[in-house]
């Protein structure tokens, strides 16, 4: 059983159009995140979601929208894309407030590419 | 800030050979510090973490990183490269448990490369 899942994996599409990427966690966690990764690697927080409240946002275009529906579930869609939107999208999971662990649990990806 | 710095974008090294990535933490408060690993077409899968118990670290697949305070530093190391090994490594620094649950700043990460 996947314990972090996205879907789709792989979604190309044109600039200026709109897109959603699903996220669902089976591992009973109450936080939920998307990461953003560039052709660099480089990995940058975007948002995360305690138990359906939004308790980061970090420096996103508006264009961005997260949407979680119950703590299992974490949405990212997106408005208008653009050429540098193309990436690939982590989401990931984890309980709040971790003392001992502070680990997220990773889905595998959605790469994002933007024509 | 929290931040990491990973120094070496790209590692290679012979299979049997040891592992060093290195990585150095800035923060104004004890840090809690991991390394995760990312293989090709995967998500990143924690590998180990310090939260102060202990400054040697022991982690999954053969991996240990010691906590320097003095030195800044959490380096990762591994006695004994395997060809498996290849795979991206990202270095991790975690904000404080007040606001923003887990929030992890990732360092820049570093291929690594195992050759025969």
Known sequence: ?115 | AQSVTQLGSHVSVSEGALVLLRCNYSSSVPPYLFWYVQYPNQGLQLLLKYTSAATLVKGINGFEAEFKKSETSFHLTKPSAHMSDAAEYFCAVRRGLTGGGNKLTFGTGTQLKVEL
């Open chain 1, 1 to 115: 059983d996947t314990a972090v899942s996205q879907t789709p994996k792989y979604l190309v599409t044109q600039m200026g159009n709109d897109k959603s990427i699903k996220c669902e966690q089976n591992l009973g966690h109450d936080t939920m995140y998307w990461y953003k990764q560039d052709s660099k690697k480089f990995l940058k927080i975007m948002f995360s979601y305690n138990n359906k409240e939004l308790i980061i946002n970090e420096t996103v275009p508006n264009r961005f929208s997260p949407k979680s529906p119950d703590k299992a579930h974490l949405n990212l869609h997106i408005n208008s894309l653009e050429l540098g939107d193309s990436a690939v999208y982590f989401c990931a999971s984890s309980h709040f407030k971790q003392l001992n662990t502070g680990e997220l649990f990773f889905g595998e990806g959605s790469r994002l590419t933007v024509l």
